[in-house]
């Protein structure tokens, strides 16, 4: 069972996210971080209660970022994820107690052998980090979806939407934490189809789940064939991070040093990593002190991805799910 701290802004794909990895019998949720990105940092909170109600677990949810750190207007996406950023799906009101911030450590006291994902802006990341070192040295793992290498961002021709959002933290992160990213070279293939989603409709044993994962996906489909035409479905970014934690066998990757623009320029949050010929020869010549080098995932095994879709989505809960 692998233990994870999750950062999330739901959104659509984080709100499948979320739903995948309390699903999966090998995967233990032992908090998640609410922050702003997709939407407003309230919102978010709201939709992840939301989904923890659906699921009908009990995880702690901690308050997280609410504006970038860097010297940005936040923007967001409704175009995307909706107003509300789940789509078609509009949750009830719930009342929710939210968990002071500095109050995620304790899961370092709580759990052995944590690791951290990141599927949003990495502002409270950054912010976790900076408060609380020392525990957050003690995650087993960082895995952080974001960047684009070698192919053209998602909100700017450089920039993926999570770095572009806070450069300044994301650069903070790949200054200070080893970790593995899952850019949109490997996400561009995490597609899925409206085939796929009737399948689960008919063979979740969830009803709670059904209404909520077709307004969902219907939303963000019909945006993504404005933003992609052609594409036979959506992609989910933000379940890939899940995968590699029980599968790592369907990613190849290649380590880097991970620079990130933080000018106001057109490069802004543009992610940069050293792909030419001669890397690792120049590496070989460099005395002294080495730069953190990070795993960036390059390639991927969709039909891994797609089997384990569609497996993770018509479980039922394990047994352990919240505890």
Same mark, same amino acid.
Do not use: C, W
């Given at each position: ?26 995967? &233990? ?5 609410? !922050?702003? !990105? ?26 997280? /970022?609410? +504006?970038?750190? $860097? ?13 509300? !950023? ?49 525990? %957050?040295?003690?995650?087993? &793992? ?11 961002? &998602?909100?700017?021709?450089?920039? =993926?939407?999570?770095?572009? !959002?806070?450069?300044? /933290? ?18 561009? $293939?995490?597609?899925?189809? #409206? ?9 979740? #044993?969830?009803?709670?789940?059904? +209404? ?13 064939? =404005? ?53 690792? /020869?120049? +590496?070989? %010549? ?13 390639? %991927?095994?969709?039909? =891994? ?19």
């Amino acid at each position: 069972m692998k233990n994870v701290l999750l950062f999330a802004d739901p959104g659509v794909d984080d709100a499948f996210a979320i739903i995948y990895s309390v699903l999966h019998p090998d995967i &233990n949720v032992v908090g998640i971080v609410a !922050g702003y !990105g997709n939407v407003e940092v309230e919102i978010a909170t709201r939709n992840i209660a939301t989904i923890l109600n659906l699921l009908e677990v009990d995880i702690p949810i901690y308050g997280g /970022a609410n +504006q970038p750190v $860097s010297d940005v207007y936040v923007e967001f996406y409704p175009e995307i994820h909706g107003v509300e !950023g789940l789509g078609d799906f509009e949750p009830e009101g719930l009342g929710y107690q939210l968990t002071n911030f500095t109050d995620v450590y304790d899961v370092f006291n709580k759990y052995e052998d944590v690791s951290v994902v990141e599927i949003g802006r990495n502002t409270g990341l950054m912010i976790g980090y900076m408060l609380g070192k020392q525990k %957050m040295e003690q995650a087993k &793992n960082y895995f952080i979806m974001g960047g684009a290498f070698l192919t053209p961002g &998602n909100i700017t021709p450089a920039a =993926e939407a999570n770095f572009y !959002g806070d450069p300044v /933290a994301a650069k903070f992160v790949f200054e200070n934490i080893k970790t593995h990213v899952f850019p949109l070279n490997v996400t561009n $293939s995490a597609y899925v189809t #409206p085939e796929m989603i009737d399948y689960i409709i008919m063979y979740s #044993p969830l009803e709670k789940l059904k +209404q909520p994962l077709q307004l969902m996906y219907n939303f963000y489909y019909d945006a993504y064939q =404005e933003l992609i035409p052609g594409l036979n479905g959506a992609l989910f970014h933000d379940l890939l991070p899940f995968m590699y934690i029980t599968n790592p066998e369907m990613f190849s990757f290649v380590e880097r040093e991970i620079y990130i623009e933080t000018s106001s320029g057109p490069g802004r949050g543009a992610s940069i990593a050293d792909f030419r010929p001669r890397y690792e /020869a120049d +590496q070989a %010549m460099l005395d002294g002190e080495e730069e953190i080098k990070h795993k960036i995932a390059l390639q %991927m095994d969709y039909n =891994e991805f797609f089997r384990l879709f569609l497996e993770t989505f018509i479980r039922n809960l394990p047994p352990e799910a919240g505890e």
